[in-house]
């Protein structure tokens, strides 16, 4: 039996210790202003004159679009729109360094466990590290990265 591709896998075609890698999504500063004013309007985040002063020295996306761009990356390419029903939650995020206009982001997922329900035997719950890499950077950097819960179908469910 082949493994399927990672969009169409059920909790029981996953292993402990696999990696997939997908990219890109490319970060813009208008796209970083626009999140920033409606969701995060600090002075880096929303005012690249501003941001000049500030610690970073420049425009930032906000942590928060960090998070939502790697979940972007995450349901394009992980995410069975059959097989996976959500999520009770995100450990572990960090925000590890600034992410610019001009960066490329990309996405590392590895599986960490795998935890079958005992109370309902059609799913389990797949915990994944996620690492958002700025591919644009050379060497790649690492700029966020979280420990996921997914809840997955199980075959034949």
């Known amino acids: 039996m082949t493994t399927p ?20 999504l490319d970060v813009t500063a208008a ?20 941001a000049k002063t500030s610690i970073f020295g420049g ?3 906000s942590g928060w679009h960090t998070g939502a761009m790697a979940m972007r990356l995450y349901v394009d390419n992980v995410l069975s729109p059959e097989h996976s029903l959500g999520s009770p939650g ?13 960066a490329r982001l990309a996405l590392r997922v590895t599986v960490l466990d795998l935890v079958p329900s005992r109370s309902k035997p059609d799913r389990g719950v797949v915990r994944q590290r996620l690492e958002v890499l700025d ?10 990265s979280m ?3 997914g809840l997955f179908r199980r075959r034949g469910a």
Do not use: C, N, S
């Open 5 to 24: 591709e990672p969009r169409d896998r059920t909790f029981d075609d996953y292993t402990v210790g696999e990696t997939f890698e997908f990219g890109y």
């Open 31 to 50: 796209e970083i202003v626009e999140f920033g004013r409606k969701y995060d309007p600090q002075p880096f985040h929303v005012d690249a004159e501003a």
């Open 59 to 61: 425009l930032i996306a």
């Open 90 to 102: 995100v450990d572990e995020l960090r925000f590890l360094a600034p992410v610019r206009p001009g």
């Open 135 to 144: 591919a644009a950077a050379d060497p790649p950097v690492l700029v966020a």
């Open 147 to 149: 420990a996921t819960m």
